[in-house]
């Protein structure tokens, strides 16, 4: 079955004093190169790179870890971003972060 999946993530929070919201979106199609679903492909790619980061020893942290602390999400942004470079036929014009 072909789709599409979104997340949206809403973040409250304050910055220099001043209550701020942060929206960050992301919508993406089924993925045809692969033939797998849109949302098995935006959980995938995340785990599959810091699967490969495990591999090369990256992470050094044992145990269960939130995703923040156990890799640097800068690390994890740039990663994503070379991900989505080596598949050009991803639709990036729908991915897109929100600011508020």
Known sequence: MKDVAGVMVEVKG???REKVTR???IVHNYNEEY???ALAYLTGV???IASQMLAREEIREKG???SD???EPSTL???VGEARHQNPRDDNENTRALTG
Request: aromatic content about 4%; hydrophobic content about 35%.
């Open 14 to 16: 304050e910055e220099q």
């Open 69 to 71: 602390l156990a890799v």
């Open 23 to 25: 929206t960050y979106t």
């Open 64 to 66: 269960v870890l939130p």
């Open 35 to 37: 033939g797998v679903s």
């Open 46 to 48: 995340p785990l599959s």
């Open 77 to 79: 942004h740039k990663s």
